[in-house]
């Protein structure tokens, strides 16, 4: 039974890995167009949101919100939980209202079609040159003055055991909020550790299905200056995984 269930969980990654390079191909050039010009980046982000649900529908996964908050005008700093690469093409569509940027690791520049269009749109994070990683965060705030979000997985990448267990997290999201005066919008994804496992795990868990997503409430920025960087960082580690505790899927 097992192995009957590699197999098709095998054969899942392959649609998977096949949608993600058809729709990609077909909306290539529109996120190209949108980004020869600073003026028209805006207009990417409707595009990568239509890009979210076609990949969605194609991978036949349906997003159920366990727990909805309404959103004020933006910007805010979004966070979540990391376990999956699904986390990130369905962030677009779970928000299409509220245009945001991803600051990633730079690793995913190594990516050929995905370079493009993330090192023009988003923000790339160089963690080992210091230089690069302050221009990261200048870059990031620039974004916000001009009115984006930005999404940060504070694990700093999806662990490498024991998901959905969460690491410690880094501390330039809460850095980035703090000196920004923006607040915060917590998200914990339920469910994408087993609906599609890394690739490199060939016969890892993955198969279609409903995504449980839980949005929290908002950290306003008062609430934030009463913490200190840790006591913040703490504080969000503890509320992103509040819902995988009450489900006993992490200690």
Known sequence: ???????????????VGLVF????????????????????RKWS??????????????CLIWVHRVRK???????YLIVSNHTSYFDIFIMYSLLPRHRFLFMGKSEILSYPLVKTFFKRLNIPVYRKDRMKAAKSFIQAKNAINSGWSIVIFPEGGIPDYDLPQMVPFKDGAFKLSKNAQIPIIPITFIDHYHMFSDPDQVMGYAHP???????????????QNELSES????????????????RGLMK
Request: aromatic residues 16%; charged residues 15%.
């Open 21 to 40: 390079v058809a729709t990609l191909l077909f909306f290539y050039p529109f996120i190209f167009i949108t980004l020869s010009r600073v003026s028209w």
């Open 209 to 223: 299905g409903i995504s449980r997503v839980y949005m929290h409430d908002m950290i306003s920025v008062k609430q």
């Open 1 to 15: 039974m097992k192995q009957v269930l590699g197999v098709l969980s095998l054969c899942y990654k392959l649609h």
């Open 45 to 58: 982000f409707p595009i990568n949101v239509a890009w979210s649900f076609t990949m969605r529908i194609f």
């Open 231 to 246: 006591e913040l960082s703490d504080y969000v580690f503890n509320t992103l995984a509040g819902p995988l505790r009450e």
């Open 69 to 75: 908050v309404k959103l004020p005008k933006g910007p």
